[in-house]
């Protein structure tokens, strides 16, 4: 089956993410297994966040795959006796699967950790936070403060000369 829903509040992280409310696609195939129902597919989507480098916006395009199972509600029962985090047991609800908890699983993980508007961006001048990619050439002259003596004697023997 294929649908285009909404995107969940939530679908990223705190440098990127799927905006709540923009469209993701969802290309699922259900399957009856013994267990229950194996969902598999494929998620698209659009992340939009800020490079971490120069705060610029980043703009990456999301497609994952998909795989979980759902089981009947008594064969969640034996694998949590068994041991297993309730967190990873996804149960049917009725005829129904809640694939939001399995979407976010598998889109969270997909998005870069530190997300570059390129790979060689520059980032931003330490001194003033100018964005380095705009202006190639820049720079500050800085002295070194062990020298500043020097410079005073530097400056005091240009006003002697004129």
Known sequence: MQRTVTAPADLGTDVIGVPPGTDVELDLRLEAVMEGVLVTGTIRGRAVGECVRCLGEVVDDVDVSLTELY?????????????????????????????????????VPALPFRPLCRPDCPGLCPECGAR?????????????????ALGGLLSNDETKES
């Open 71 to 107: 089981v009947y509600p008594e064969r969640a029962a034996v694998a949590l006796q068994d041991g297993d985090d309730e967190e990873d047991v996804r149960e049917l609800e009725g005829d129904l699967v809640d694939i939001e908890p399995a979407l976010r699983d598998a889109v």
């Open 132 to 148: 380095l990619a705009d202006e190639p050439d820049h720079g500050h002259e800085t002295l070194d403060p062990r020298w500043s």
